[in-house]
């Protein structure tokens, strides 16, 4: 690493202090940059990476609710908008007890670059709120989901900000959110994706996540001569990205034989399939937060407090949640002969854990990349919203599709034209880099 690039991290570990997840993807896309810093010294004089990790804003306020008991409840609600060069902000929201400001800087930084790999003119943001959606019932779900719309509501718009999903908030909280911005502003608009069918939503955006991961590995193995057809995959998380991604892999011919919660993970030797993909969307809306339940529905093997990592797969696709496999869980599955690795949550694999991969040589994807297939079928329900018209799902599917093979494409583009053929996570660096700068250059100090 330049000395220019390590006083960037040393910077933003001083300015953010107690926010580790930030300073890690902070860290891995620096890591990258240095390759382009060194050709265009005039990123460095217009200070944009030093631009690029300090927000344009950040809202940070006061959710309070009454439970069930009618007892006050107090969250904290959060929105960071990221950056906005080339477009609205965009990104999820994400309920759950561990959200700080921190988790949530470290997944806006990711969506900026993120949503430039897209080719869809999207800036980076994200939010939500350390509210635990666990155990809560349908009430006090749509109770605070109002109360959070009560504030969030002036800060988004849209042609300002666009959220919508991502840990904890699905279709049902899309609609409560949406339901009181509507309320409040008397404008029916697409500020929020994911929404429901009726109400303007777009036909696959809740596979989009999972199917786009599975085309992005498809086309990593594709670039080997090889295919799904045949592969045994290792799954992690048993939510909507995990879902989609089930669903798609069994679709092209592979086999996925592991999913994993909180509480563990399962093994499915005969492959997840059938009623029993459908059955995960059971376990994610009883909100019991368990996979056992699976294991002790379909009588398969169930291994407490562990992750799927140890199992021999040809492929994972971590699809749970950040740093979930670390370097000895790489080590783990090099060792059982795994080829290929996409990520389709956002940053799970730990700086360790990827530099595995990467001395391994094997096919390895950052969630920035491969898992950019959610936001990318966001984009395209906005486009249906602005145009008064609906796509059918081939529609849907087929751009999708065709972004993924883009994104795909573009990753192995720029690694080999900056020197290192192959490394998925300097191409997805690079190329989301160059997308965000050169329109920053193009529009002044700001
Ligand atoms: P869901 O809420 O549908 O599922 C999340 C899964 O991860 C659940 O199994 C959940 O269990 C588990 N999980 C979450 N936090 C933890 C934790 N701290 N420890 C162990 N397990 C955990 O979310 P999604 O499927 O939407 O999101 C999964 C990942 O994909 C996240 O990293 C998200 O940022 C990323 N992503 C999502 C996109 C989307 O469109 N939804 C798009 C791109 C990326 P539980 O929460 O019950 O503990
Ligand atoms: O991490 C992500 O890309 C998401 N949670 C999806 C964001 C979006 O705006 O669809």
Redesign the pocket.
């Known amino acids: 690493m330049s000395d220019y690039t390590k006083k960037i991290i040393t910077h933003v570990k001083a300015k953010n202090p107690s926010e580790p997840e930030f300073h890690q993807a902070v860290e891995e896309v620096v890591e990258s940059l240095d390759l382009v810093l060194e050709r265009h010294p005039e990123y460095r004089s217009a200070k944009i990476l030093e631009r690029m990790v300090e927000p344009e804003r950040v809202v940070l306020f006061r959710v309070p609710w009454v439970d069930d008991q009618g007892e006050i409840q107090i969250n904290r609600g959060f929105r960071i908008q990221m950056n906005s060069a080339i477009g609205p902000y965009k990104g999820?929201l994400r309920f759950?007890a561990?959200v700080t400001l921190g988790i949530l800087k470290f997944?806006a930084f990711e969506q900026v670059f993120k949503n430039a790999l897209t080719t869809l003119p999207m800036g980076g943001g994200k939010g939500g709120s350390d509210f635990d959606p666990?155990g809560k019932s349908e009430n006090e779900i749509m109770r605070f989901c109002q109360s959070f719309m009560t504030e969030l509501y002036r800060h988004i718009g849209p042609n300002v900000d666009v959220p919508?999903?991502?840990?904890?908030v699905?279709g049902r909280e899309i609609g409560f959110l949406f339901g009181q911005y509507k309320r409040l502003t008397r404008d029916f608009s697409g500020v929020l994706t994911g929404k429901g069918l009726n109400w303007g939503g777009s036909l696959i955006r809740p596979e989009a996540?999972g199917f786009g991961v599975t085309y992005f590995a498809e086309e990593m193995l594709k670039s080997k001569g090889q295919s799904l057809a045949g592969k045994i995959v290792a799954v992690s998380?048993?939510?909507?990205?995990?879902w989609g991604a089930a669903k798609k892999v069994t679709e092209l011919g592979g086999k996925v034989v592991t999913l994993s919660?909180?509480d563990g993970f399962i093994y499915d030797k005969d492959g997840i399939k059938g009623e029993k993909i459908d059955y995960m969307l059971q376990m994610?809306a009883s909100g019991n937060?368990r996979v056992k339940d699976y294991a002790d529905k379909f009588k398969t093997e169930f291994f407490a407090g562990k992750r799927p990592w140890s199992v021999k797969v040809d492929v994972a696709l971590p699809?749970?949640?950040?740093n979930?496999l670390d370097e000895n869980d790489a080590k783990e599955l090099v060792k059982n002969g795994c080829t290929c690795v996409a990520e389709?949550?956002?940053m799970p694999t730990t700086i360790a854990g990827f530099k595995v991969f990467t001395e391994a040589g094997i096919l390895y994807a950052p969630?920035k990349a491969s898992?950019a297939g959610?936001?990318a079928t966001s984009g395209l329900e906005m486009s249906q919203n602005s145009m008064r018209l609906p796509w059918s799902a081939e529609e849907v599917d087929h751009r999708l599709h065709e972004i993924m093979r883009n994104i795909h494409q573009t990753c192995v583009d720029t690694a080999a034209k900056y020197g290192t053929p192959g490394n998925y996570v300097n191409g997805a660096n690079i190329a989301g880099f160059l997308k965000v700068a050169d329109s920053m250059l193009d529009q002044g100090l700001v």
Request: proline letters at 3%; charged letters at 15%; hydrophobic letters at 25%.
């Open positions: 999820g759950h561990s997944l666990k919508a999903g991502d840990i904890g699905g996540t998380g048993f939510g909507n990205v995990a919660g909180p994610r937060d699809c749970a949640t950040q979930e389709g949550a956002n969630g898992n959610g936001v």
